[in-house]
């Protein structure tokens, strides 16, 4: 089997903490859960993950002609992408900023609010680059189909942003009451969540080192 169990278990591990800090999507879709109700807020929700199919198929594209090119470019690509990884789990392990949701009284149009979570996404460079660094780190370069790989683990990362963001959207008005009550509860978010990170691109790299050494 190309892809193994194991494999898509710390992929969706991964993922799910990745989901679940606070993005600029998520926090769009959020803020319009609470400004025009449940609907609106899946509606952007699905304008998301839009975006992130869109990420996932260039970077199937990329990666895969990376391989086919150069097996060392491509080893070093994945190397770096998991330092990029680490600075961005730094980055918000050490982000001191409130999480902010704001409960708007403009009325935006279906097609608006499917827009804005799309464009949130879609043109984020930091979701781009994430997207490229990220999913080829769980790839098996010798089992082989590497783009089938990647491809069955960005269908992965699409379901899993179903399943969390979906219920977060039901629950805007409870954690919009949370926050404004306890608003230093994103620090200490950002704190665990970046922790996290932090802990996989150190595993990443130590495989990585491991497997350079045999």
């Not at 999507?25 to 859960?33: G, K, Q, R, V, Y």
Request: proline share 3%; net charge positive; glycine share 10%.
């Amino acid at each position: 089997m190309f892809i193994d169990l194991t494999t898509l278990g710390l992929f969706a591990l991964s993922a799910a903490a990745l989901t679940l800090i606070p993005g600029a999507d998520m926090l769009c879709a959020l803020s319009n859960a609470i400004s025009q109700g449940t609907k609106a807020g899946l509606i952007t929700v699905f304008g998301a993950v839009t975006g992130v199919t869109c990420h996932i198929g260039l970077a199937i594209a990329g990666v895969t002609a990376l391989i086919a090119s150069s097996p060392v470019l491509y080893g070093f690509f994945v190397v770096g992408g998991a330092l990029y990884i680490m600075w961005v789990g730094f980055g918000i392990f050490n982000n001191k900023n409130a999480i902010s949701l704001q409960n708007n009284s403009e009325r935006k149009s279906l097609h608006k609010l499917y827009s804005q979570g799309l464009l949130t996404n879609l043109l984020n460079p930091k979701a781009i680059i994430f997207t490229l660094a990220f999913i080829p780190q769980f790839i098996r370069v010798e089992a082989g189909m590497p783009g089938m790989q990647m491809l069955i683990l960005g269908i992965e990362l699409i379901v899993i942003m179903f399943l969390i963001e979906i219920p977060l959207v039901f629950l805007a008005g409870k954690i919009a009451l949370k926050i404004k009550t306890s608003p230093a509860i994103g620090i200490y978010i950002n704190k665990f969540f970046g922790a996290v990170i932090l802990a996989l691109a150190v595993a990443i790299l130590a495989t990585r080192v491991l497997q350079g050494l045999k």
